[in-house]
């Protein structure tokens, strides 16, 4: 028998969420950052010893190169073939692009927005924190010798841990609510289910897990934790039980009316991935003449449910 009721309540609290966010930012705390690059293109006498050394190795001094390039001539795009000898002056004009280290010394926080392409995820910075600042600043205050782009490499099979924080808007429903006794008032405890709307405005703190798979695609596993308050409406209908501590205005056996309920309180929620777990303490305020009549107006309760997001707002 208990078995059958833990199924039933568990079938009551399913619900369904759906999530707007507002402000999604990741960031790469210190512990982190080293495993951060940016390309940046320099000429070939300001770049690193090791990356000249490739250069040369590329592009022998003393040969010839041969090239196609593309010209404009009387509004027409044509091909036309070049040849170029490599000697100092070439290496002169040379650019050379590659993947600079973070300068961890100066750099000890960054916060923005993620891309995973292939084996790469692309970070681009909207805030961050510089060596003895203790807060975070906006990006305009990025210094001009700072990437505006940095990324790093997985290996196939490989994984990052990425925290993040968010505003969110969650639309949800809330089925099954514990209503608390009165004694003085002479009301029972009750456990009641029914339709609902809420809606939860919340901060969220979680992580990202980026597994990069060659090939077959990437995939993303995401879990957080969400606190925030919660409004909603939802109907009751009032009966001569649920009224029976009004006395003499308590509704006679037989008679029933429908009243609207105005909803507020508090929540948590867990999510991973899709899959929703909450919590949630608040108060129904019943709406409309003879409201205060229901012996649960205004009085707390405590909501659980179990949920799958089927779908973004």
């Known amino acids: 028998m208990k078995e059958f009721l833990t199924v039933c309540l568990l079938f009551l609290g399913f619900s369904c969420y759906a999530q707007e966010f ?9 512990e982190k950052l ?21 250069a040369e190795k590329m592009y022998v001094r003393g040969t ?21 000898v490599i000697d100092d002056e070439f290496f002169k004009k040379l650019k050379i692009t590659y993947a600079k280290p973070i300068d961890t010394d ?57 925290p993040f924080t968010e505003f969110n808007v969650t639309s949800l429903t809330i089925p099954l609510k514990y209503r608390f006794r009165s004694r003085e008032r002479g ?8 339709i609902n709307l809420n809606f939860l405005l919340g901060f969220s703190y979680g992580e990202t897990k980026f597994i990069h798979r060659q090939k077959v695609g990437n995939k993303a596993n995401t879990w957080k934790l969400t606190l925030g308050g919660i409004i909603g409406t939802s109907t009751v209908s009032l009966d001569s039980n649920n009224t029976s501590a009004a006395g ?10 429908t009243k609207g309920l105005f909803s507020m309180g508090i929540g948590a929620t867990y999510s991973y991935n899709k899959i929703n777990v909450g919590l949630f303490y608040g108060w129904d305020n019943s709406v409309g003449r003879n409201a205060e009549i229901w012996n649960y107006n ?4 405590i909501g659980f449910g179990v949920g799958y997001s089927l779908f973004k707002l």
């Open 248 to 257: 003499a205005d308590a509704l006679p056996a037989g008679e029933s009316i």
């Open 64 to 84: 010839t190169i041969f090239f196609e390039e593309e010209i404009k001539l009387n509004g027409k795009t044509i091909r036309v073939k070049r040849e170029q």
């Open 106 to 162: 100066r750099i000890k926080g960054l916060r923005g927005v993620v891309l995973f392409e292939d084996d790469k995820l692309l970070f681009n910075p909207i805030y961050l924190k510089v060596a003895n600042d203790s807060v975070y600043r906006e990006g305009e205050t990025l210094q001009s010798d700072t990437p505006t782009l940095y990324s790093l490499s997985l290996k196939n099979n490989g994984h990052i841990w990425i």
């Open 298 to 301: 205004g009085r707390p309760w």
């Open 22 to 30: 507002i402000n999604k930012v990741y960031y790469f705390p210190d």
């Open 34 to 54: 080293k495993q951060l690059k940016s390309e940046v293109t320099v000429p070939f006498e300001d770049a690193p010893e090791d990356e000249r050394e490739k």
């Open 187 to 194: 009301v029972e405890e009750e456990f009641t289910s029914g």
